[in-house]
């Protein structure tokens, strides 16, 4: 469960992807989200992370997955450590989803505070 606070962590830090997955494509996908997640959640500042299916409205993207750090700080070594992670293991993460057909739109993002 993912607690998002803005008032008691202003630093957080979020990677959202959105992906669009065929049908035939979502046994392999789902394999390789589960394998990142299990290992961004050994990761320092790892907050926690959720996975949304499309259940309606217009758009190509049929997943989407958010990851929440505590930091920028947390989220740039994040990203240095699951390069590594790949190359050790001998993950070409871009030639996975053009293999299966999968489209993605990769991001960080910080929360932008509304005023009144």
């Known amino acids: ?10 630093d957080l830090r979020f ?9 035939a494509a979502r046994e392999p996908f789902e394999a390789a989200m589960r394998r990142n997640f299990a290992f961004i959640q050994t990761l320092p500042g790892f907050q926690g992370h959720v996975v949304f299916e ?24 994040a990203v240095t450590q699951v390069g590594a992670f790949y ?10 989803l053009a293999r299966h057909g999968i ?7 910080s929360a932008v505070p509304l005023k009144d």
């Open 54 to 77: 499309k259940t309606g409205g217009p758009g190509r993207f049929n997943i989407a997955t958010i990851a929440v750090w505590e930091s920028q700080d947390a989220i740039d070594k």
């Open 87 to 96: 190359k050790e293991n001998g993950i070409d993460m871009p030639a996975l």
């Open 15 to 23: 990677r959202i992807d959105s992906f669009t997955v065929p049908d």
């Open 1 to 10: 469960m993912i607690s998002i606070n803005l008032e008691k962590n202003p």
């Open 103 to 109: 489209q993605a739109e990769l991001g960080q993002f």
